[in-house]
């Protein structure tokens, strides 16, 4: 493992705490592609939801742009999609009519 800074991770992560300010302080749901509105029971709930979703992957891309390991490349984008699958799958449980 080596410190090494990805400049290109840390513009990644910047852009997902952008998205996640929109989504989860200002309500801005609209910004979350491939739901129908009438169909969400609870949208401040959704909002949150996808807010710190779009933080914590932003956390985790943002440590990811300063720690180096073998087979990193392989093993984060994986992480990241199977933690927004099971987030879409909660919502789609949870809050959709």
């Known amino acids: 493992m080596e410190i090494s ?3 290109l991770l840390i ?3 910047l852009l997902f705490f952008v998205v996640a300010y929109f989504v989860g302080i200002k309500k801005q749901t609209w910004m979350l592609a491939g739901f129908n509105e009438a169909r969400i029971r609870d949208k401040d709930r ?4 996808a807010g710190y979703f779009f933080l914590n ?3 985790f891309i ?3 742009s ?3 390991f073998q087979g ?3 093993l984060i984008p994986p992480l990241i999609l199977a933690y927004g699958a099971g987030v879409i799958i909660y919502v789609n449980k949870k809050l959709v009519e």
């Open 57 to 59: 992957s932003g956390l």
């Open 72 to 74: 990193q490349e392989q």
């Open 5 to 7: 800074i990805n400049y």
């Open 62 to 64: 943002l440590l990811n």
């Open 66 to 68: 300063f720690i180096s």
């Open 11 to 13: 513009v990644i992560a």
């Open 46 to 49: 959704l909002a949150r939801i």
